[in-house]
């Protein structure tokens, strides 16, 4: 399914216990743009959604209505099974605590119901992209987090002088939000090197999580004048 321009259909997969929230959210993406696939959740418990075979898409709009164990096996089943999927979920309302846990779970985008019905089309292509669909203020706060450690230090971020070439030009990848196998077959190297670089990356800024070492650089980035 394509436009009329020529560009191809987003693929979008809408993960949601409540056939209302399905129906209502397949009315709003309806359109040439975008090619939907609604999933009824039949179980909101973490085990079951942990193993729910999950269908592929490029974006997934995720019904946070279950407790957050279980929206966080959901989003872990999705990110293991695709790792270049992006995540896009859609609650009642985010708490600062909430939305830093699901940011680090691999969100890429935080909606509310309310917000869903004007926002969603516009926020998909850029989530898509590997964008992020944030308050400014959260995103900032989230970073803030992420700059922080556990001693309440804030981390040096000179570390890019430091990175080997190669190094480098993973974290490019990295930042175009390739994947371990899209970054392999880029530099022609291996995976298993691809996650030794970026093991070493991870090390250097300080960081645990490749989410937390992108939003670091964007942090980065926004503060050079």
């Known amino acids: 399914m394509k436009r009329a321009s020529g ?9 949601s216990p409540h056939p209302l929230v399905l129906a ?5 993406l309806a359109g040439p743009g975008f090619r939907l ?3 009824q959740l039949d179980s909101m ?15 997934y709009v ?11 096996a959901l989003l872990a089943n999705i990110l293991e099974r695709w790792e270049t999927a992006r995540l896009l979920i859609v609650a009642e309302k985010f708490t ?7 940011l680090r779970l691999g969100a890429k985008g935080l909606l509310t119901y309310a917000e869903a019905r004007d926002q969603l089309p516009h926020a998909l292509p850029l989530v898509a992209k590997g964008g992020f669909w ?7 706060e989230f ?16 570390t890019a002088t430091q990175l080997s070439r190669r190094e480098q030009e993973v974290l490019d990848a990295l930042l175009e939000n390739l994947a371990n196998k899209e970054i392999a077959s880029k530099f022609n190297i291996s995976e298993r090197t691809v996650k030794f670089h970026v093991s070493n990356l991870l090390s250097k800024f300080g960081v645990r999580r490749r989410a937390d070492l992108i939003l670091l650089c964007y942090q980065r980035r926004a503060a050079t004048p």
């Open 143 to 158: 970073v803030d987090s992420i700059l922080t450690n556990s001693r309440g230090r804030r981390l040096k971020v000179e």
């Open 96 to 102: 600062p605590s909430d939305s830093h846990n699901l």
């Open 45 to 59: 418990l973490g085990p079951d959604l942990r193993r729910l075979v999950v269908p592929r898409a490029l974006v």
């Open 134 to 140: 944030v308050p400014r203020a959260l995103l900032s």
């Open 7 to 15: 560009k191809q259909a987003l693929r979008v997969c809408i993960l």
């Open 37 to 39: 696939i609604s999933h």
């Open 62 to 72: 995720v019904d946070a209505h279950a407790s957050q164990p279980a929206t966080a």
């Open 24 to 28: 209502e959210f397949s009315r709003i």
